[in-house]
């Protein structure tokens, strides 16, 4: 490479995270930024020798009714990759400095959340739900109810990293919005309703950083939203039904679109969720959980109008708009 002229500037490969670059003027993005390194917390601080203590005074089926419970969480909170990987992309596109750095904290924040899923269903039912050895037919269908949303996230994973190639990072990352406002509504109900004084705070604190999560969202909105073409507008919309979709297996009931699940999934389902009220474990009933929706949906909605963005209809939940139809490989919301 003799050739090379090096009394030139270099000329990099696109795209690509070299050359670091640092802008340090968007004032809203660093705030966030500094927001989300001042809210860290430790989930080793949450007694989970307490926990433990609750459990040993449960029967066998509550306990499992709880680990399911997390287990299902733990399908939408797998979420370190898929900001890991966004911190990838925003690093090869230049990317705003704060905004980079919020992405680096949401990771951090998402492995967080991934590690109370795990602490939760060791404390609850140690080694659920692979090395768990069910003793009934509702245990097994318990236990694989758990595998096969498990097996969906892999789908939905291959859609995630192929989003990338079809997407712009802003219409992702917005896309990203009814999950997050979602998420803060799961989590904020849970944290005011569980009897397990140590799973409350749990919760609360995850709101605290999902909350964050919705503020990211809503920044990256505002600053995009001018540029968005009519079509990307369209695709927002998309998401947001396709985040109903998704989330609705934790969060309401799955929709026939997209999940492939036992038959028996509902029905054991709601056993499990019965079982685990009755341990103590706040689970919201069906018209709390369509109540959440609606308010999720309200907020969203009404942040998107502003930038002329429809909300699809909802026939579930009785919601008017855009009448859309999601295809798997259209998916890309997250916890
Ligand atoms: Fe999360
Ligand atoms: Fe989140």
């Not at 003027?25 to 705030?31: F, H, I, K, L, P």
């Not at 949450?46 to 009714?65: H, P, T, V, Y």
């Not at 498990?150 to 992702?172: C, H, I, P």
Request: aromatic share 14%; charged share 30%.
């Amino acid at each position: 490479m003799s050739d090379i002229d090096y009394l030139q500037d270099p000329l990099y490969p696109t795209p690509n995270v070299y050359p670091p670059k640092w802008s340090f003027d968007n004032e809203r993005a660093w705030q966030l930024y500094r927001r989300a390194k001042r809210e860290q917390w430790d989930e080793e601080d949450i007694d989970w020798n307490k926990i433990k203590e609750i459990a040993s005074g449960l029967d066998r089926k509550q306990r499992l009714a709880i680990a399911y419970w997390w287990s299902l969480l733990s399908n939408f909170d797998n979420a370190t990759p898929v900001f890991a990987y966004a911190v990838i992309k925003g690093f090869e596109h230049h990317l705003d400095t704060a905004v980079r750095g919020i992405l680096t904290t949401i990771t951090y924040d998402e492995n967080r959340h991934n590690m109370v899923c795990g602490l939760s269903i060791d404390s609850m039912m140690r080694g659920f739900p692979f090395q768990f050895k069910p003793m009934d037919d509702l245990e097994r269908k318990a236990m694989l109810n758990v595998e096969w949303t498990w097996y969906n996230g892999a789908r939905y994973w291959r859609a995630y990293l192929e989003a990338y190639s079809k997407y712009t990072l802003d219409v992702l990352f917005t896309s990203f919005m009814m999950g997050e406002a979602a998420a803060t509504t799961v989590f904020t109900t849970m944290s005011k309703g569980s009897k397990i004084e140590e799973m409350r705070k749990a919760f609360r604190n995850t709101a605290v950083d999902e909350t964050r999560h919705y503020a990211f969202t809503h920044l990256i909105m505002t600053d995009g939203a001018s540029r968005m073409t009519d079509e990307q507008r369209k695709l927002v919309t998309k998401q947001v039904r396709a985040g109903f979709v998704f989330l609705s297996l934790i969060t309401y009931k799955p929709p026939k679109e997209f999940w492939r699940l036992p038959p028996w999934f509902e029905e054991v389902n709601e056993r499990m969720e019965d079982l685990a009220r009755g341990a103590g474990f706040y689970i919201p009933e069906l018209k709390e959980k369509e109540e959440a929706w609606r308010t999720a949906l309200v907020r969203v909605g009404a942040t998107l109008a502003r930038y002329g963005v429809k909300i699809p209809a909802i026939p579930e939940l009785g919601i008017t708009g855009e009448e859309i139809e999601v295809s798997e490989e259209e998916f890309i919301p997250i916890f």
